[in-house]
C-alpha cells in the first residue's frame, strides 16, 4: 500500500447496494483547531470484507487508500462505527475528537528535493509516487507529498547520504497546504535500498541465464546422442570384423564365415553339405570296421 489514510470521520451522506458503500465524510485537520475537510468515499462489500455497515450522521473510524485529486478520495480498507445519532441526541461534526488524520506514504524521493530550514530545526524532502483512484477509477494519478520531520540526535543523517538509493515509508499528520500542496509531519520514517531491488533483479537475470546455458548444452548432447543411435551407426556397429584365427588353428577356406552382407546360403546347399558329411563319416565307419575284422581273424598255417 502506497498511501494509506486513517481517520475519525463523520458520516454526511451514505449511499449502500449489494456490493459497495459510497458518500462524503468529514474529518478535523489539526488537534488545536476547529477546522475540517471533506472527502468522498467508497467502499467494496465482499465475503472478506472489514467494512462494517455505516449510517448517516455517525462517526466511524476509517482507513483506506487516499489519492488527492483537486479533492480528497478514499478507497476503505476497514471502517469501525465509533457512535450514532439517537432520537436524543444528533451527533454533529462538533462531536469529532481533536485528533489529526495520519497518512502512511511509500515512494522514492524526488532528486534534490532536500531542504534544511535552521530557523525551525526541521527538514523536508520530497517523495513522489503514481497512484491509482480507486473512486473514480483514474490510473497514474501523479502524487508528491512532501515530508518534514524533525532530525534529533542525528537520527536520519544516514538518510541524508542516501537519498538517492531509497525508498521512504513516511508516517504522520497529514496537512493541506494554501497550494493544495500534501505535507506529512513525520512522526516515524523507514527507508529501503532500493539497490537491493536491482541486486535481486540482477541475481533472477544471472539465474535465468544460467538456466538457459544448461538447456542448451542438454540439447548439445541430446543432439549427438541421437546422431549416435541414427540407423547408418547402427549398421556400422554391426559390421564387425571377422575375428583372425589363432596360430593353432586351421583354417578351411570353405569353412571361413561369410561376411554379413552376402546372401546366405539357399537351404540346397545345406543339404548336399549334410549328405556328403554324413557319407564321409559312413565310409569312414566301415572301413574301420573292415579293418578290425581283419585284425581279428586267424592267419592259416
Not at 120 to 142: A, C, D, P, Q, W
Not at 193 to 204: K, M, P, V, W
Not at 241 to 269: A, F, G, I, R, V
Not at 270 to 275: G, K, Q
Request: hydrophobic letters at 30%; a neutral charge; aromatic letters at 6%.
Amino acid at each position: 500500500m502506497s498511501s494509506i489514510f486513517i481517520a475519525l470521520c463523520f458520516i454526511k451522506t451514505i449511499s449502500a447496494s449489494e456490493k459497495c458503500i459510497h458518500g462524503n465524510a468529514i474529518y478535523r485537520t489539526n488537534n488545536n483547531e476547529p477546522e475540517f475537510r471533506e472527502l468522498t468515499y467508497k467502499g467494496f462489500i465482499t465475503q472478506d470484507s472489514l467494512i462494517a455497515d455505516l449510517e448517516k450522521n455517525s462517526i466511524a473510524l476509517m482507513i483506506g487508500r487516499y489519492v488527492f485529486e483537486d479533492a480528497e478520495y478514499l478507497t476503505l480498507i476497514q471502517t469501525v462505527p465509533i457512535s450514532t445519532s439517537t432520537d436524543d441526541v444528533e451527533i454533529t461534526p462538533d462531536d469529532l475528537p481533536y485528533t489529526s488524520p495520519l497518512l502512511l506514504f511509500s515512494a522514492p524521493v524526488v532528486p534534490n528535493s532536500h531542504f534544511s530550514n535552521n530557523e525551525f530545526g526541521r527538514e523536508s524532502l520530497m517523495l513522489s509516487k503514481k497512484l491509482y483512484n480507486g473512486v473514480t477509477g483514474h490510473k497514474n494519478i501523479e502524487s508528491e507529498v512532501i515530508v518534514s520531520y524533525t532530525n534529533q540526535n542525528g537520527r536520519y543523517n544516514a538518510l541524508k547520504d542516501n537519498l538517492k538509493k531509497t525508498v521512504l515509508s513516511v508516517i504522520g499528520s497529514l496537512k493541506i497546504g494554501a497550494k493544495k500542496m500534501l505535507h506529512i509531519i513525520a512522526t516515524d520514517i523507514e527507508w529501503n535500498y532500493a539497490g537491493n531491488e536491482q541486486t535481486s533483479d540482477n541475481s533472477n537475470k544471472g539465474k535465468a541465464k544460467a538456466q538457459n546455458d544448461l538447456n542448451n548444452h542438454l540439447e548439445s548432447i541430446e543432439e549427438k546422442y541421437t546422431k549416435l543411435n541414427s540407423p547408418s551407426k547402427k549398421r556400422q556397429r554391426t559390421n564387425l570384423p571377422t575375428p583372425l584365427p589363432s596360430k593353432t588353428q586351421k583354417t578351411d577356406p570353405q569353412n571361413e564365415p561369410q561376411n554379413n552382407t552376402s546372401k546366405p546360403p539357399n537351404n540346397k546347399s545345406l543339404n548336399d553339405n549334410f549328405l556328403q558329411a554324413v557319407s564321409q563319416i559312413k565310409n569312414t565307419g566301415t572301413g574301420l570296421q573292415n579293418n578290425i575284422i581283419n585284425n581279428n581273424r586267424p592267419s592259416n598255417p
